[in-house]
């Protein structure tokens, strides 16, 4: 009798682990997200003078317009290309990246606009029509965190082709965020992170 009941406690030991160890990894979910993420989906390059910055629409409140523009003005490129998606049939969000430029004492002479992309090969392709058409042959690619190794891949192999220099500039993104702002840090988690591994996957079978 005594061992029958050892042996009823062995699967009822099984369950309570299993419970244990499902809760701990429900709890630690976006941790253990961004520690993947960190480290598989990251890339990042050294910084270098370049012909121009490439900046690609995305990310989260204007990360990667912001830190182009800080890139612009320290002097590590003279010229600039946009690519990004419609908002509607008439407006671009590269047209409110202007705007936003613009006002930050940077002529609009010095940027190239691709008004109508579609897809991260969009934005390659035609920043390689751009830097052939002017001579380029280094560039600066600043995109978010999460896309850098997508966008690395993709841009290598268009730009990398024709024998052009590139370097992937992740935007820095704090650690911590504000208490204020709790969602924010769930949404890029949950969201961005879960998203650009998808992508990531259509990626490498597509191209």
């Given at each position: 009798?005594?061992?029958?009941?050892?042996?009823?406690?062995?699967?009822?030991?099984?369950?309570?682990?299993?419970?244990?160890?499902?809760?701990?990894?429900?709890?630690?979910?976006?941790?253990?997200?961004?520690?993947?993420?960190?480290?598989?989906?990251?890339?990042?390059?050294?910084?270098?003078?370049?012909?121009?910055?490439?900046?690609?629409?995305?990310?989260?409140?204007?990360?990667?317009?912001?830190?182009?523009?800080?890139?612009?003005q320290n002097g590590y490129a003279k010229k600039m290309i946009f690519s990004g998606t419609l908002l509607?049939?008439?407006?671009?969000?590269?047209?409110?990246?202007?705007?936003?430029?613009?006002?930050?004492?940077?002529?609009?002479?010095?940027?190239?606009?691709?008004?109508?992309?579609?897809?991260?090969?969009?934005?390659?392709?035609?920043?390689?029509?751009?830097?052939?058409?002017?001579?380029?042959?280094?560039?600066?690619?600043?995109?978010?965190?999460?896309?850098?190794?997508?966008?690395?891949?993709?841009?290598?192999?268009?730009?990398?082709?024709?024998?052009?220099?590139?370097?992937?500039?992740?935007?820095?993104?704090?650690?911590?965020?504000?208490?204020?702002?709790?969602?924010?840090?769930?949404?890029?988690?949950?969201?961005?992170?879960?998203?650009?591994?998808?992508?990531?996957?259509?990626?490498?079978?597509?191209?």
């Open positions: 009798m005594m061992k029958k009941r050892k042996r009823c406690c062995i699967p009822a030991l099984i369950v309570l682990v299993t419970l244990a160890a499902g809760v701990l990894v429900y709890l630690n979910f976006i941790p253990i997200l961004e520690y993947f993420a960190e480290t598989c989906l990251v890339v990042s390059d050294p910084l270098r003078e370049s012909d121009v910055i490439i900046v690609i629409t995305g990310g989260f409140e204007g990360e990667r317009l912001e830190q182009a523009i800080e890139l612009f509607t049939k008439d407006i671009s969000i590269v047209d409110l990246w202007l705007t936003t430029v613009e006002k930050s004492g940077i002529s609009s002479e010095d940027i190239f606009l691709h008004r109508d992309a579609e897809s991260t090969h969009e934005n390659a392709v035609y920043a390689a029509n751009v830097m052939q058409q002017h001579g380029y042959k280094h560039a600066l690619l600043v995109t978010s965190p999460y896309h850098s190794r997508r966008a690395k891949r993709v841009f290598k192999k268009v730009l990398g082709s024709k024998g052009y220099d590139l370097a992937v500039v992740p935007v820095r993104r704090p650690k911590k965020l504000p208490e204020e702002e709790p969602g924010r840090r769930t949404d890029i988690v949950i969201k961005e992170i879960i998203l650009e591994i998808q992508k990531t996957i259509f990626y490498w079978i597509a191209y």
